[in-house]
């Protein structure tokens, strides 16, 4: 912001009040523009690149209203000779707007700045240019538009096969998982009848160790 001659605070007054009716109402869609046309025409100095001086914010409408920056201003409320902007509401404003400053021709359409914002990007993704008139514009949303549905059924493909796969490998899942539990159970009955039968021998040889010992007994004490 170059230094100037300071502003009268009367004129910086009208400044401010154009400022605030250019804030209209959000029920318009491009009213940012109306806002950002009059920022543009009272301080094109917030617009450009750069830290602007303390000499040439108190010499500005900024230092006439009594305020030390650009987002002081913006941000106090009406009563205290704001403008009641949120910072992140003018960041993405100015950003739309150096889309749209450079195209007059569609300074007129109903594009609210996220629009604005959303098709540069998706438009600088997909390699294309962004339009300078209302009929290459509806031509740009109409090829965003039908990308975004290819891309989504993509996706949707892409999930739906993910799905069977998954699905197919649960089903083989719970068949290994139901092999294992015969298996298992199997391993268990084996078991069992293995330790049935060690028992059954235990107790047969002790009924002939028994056998055996009253037999040599007999023979000791048998006249």
């Known amino acids: 912001m170059p230094t100037v001659s300071h502003i009268h605070r009367d004129a910086a007054q009208r400044i401010r009040w154009d400022l605030l009716s250019a ?15 009059t920022v543009r025409r009272h301080l094109p100095e917030v617009l450009s690149r750069g830290r602007p001086s303390r000499q040439a914010i108190e010499a500005s409408v900024i230092g006439a209203l009594g305020f030390t920056s650009w987002r002081e201003l913006l941000e106090a409320p009406v009563d205290q ?12 404003w100015s950003r739309a707007w150096a889309v749209i400053s450079e ?24 390699g294309l240019a962004f339009p300078d008139d209302p009929e290459a514009l509806g ?34 899942t719970r068949a290994d998982r139901d092999g ?27 009924a002939m160790r028994q056998r055996s010992l009253w037999q040599r007994l007999r023979a000791v004490f048998t006249p």
Request: glycine share 4%.
């Open 23 to 37: 804030l209209g109402t959000e029920n318009v869609p491009n009213q940012w523009m109306h806002f950002m046309a």
């Open 81 to 92: 000779g704001g403008l009641a902007l949120n910072w992140s509401t003018w960041r993405q």
């Open 103 to 126: 195209r007059p021709a569609l300074q007129g359409e109903p594009l609210s700045a996220a629009e604005v914002n959303r098709m540069a990007s998706q438009a600088k993704a997909e």
């Open 139 to 172: 031509a740009l949303q109409e090829a965003l538009t039908q990308r975004r549905a290819a891309a989504r059924a993509e996706t949707q493909q892409g999930m739906r096969e993910r799905i069977e796969a998954l699905e197919a490998l649960l089903v083989e």
């Open 180 to 206: 294992l539990r015969d298996e298992l159970q199997e391993a268990e009955r084996r078991q069992e009848a293995a330790e049935q039968e060690a028992a059954t021998l235990r107790d047969e040889l002790q």
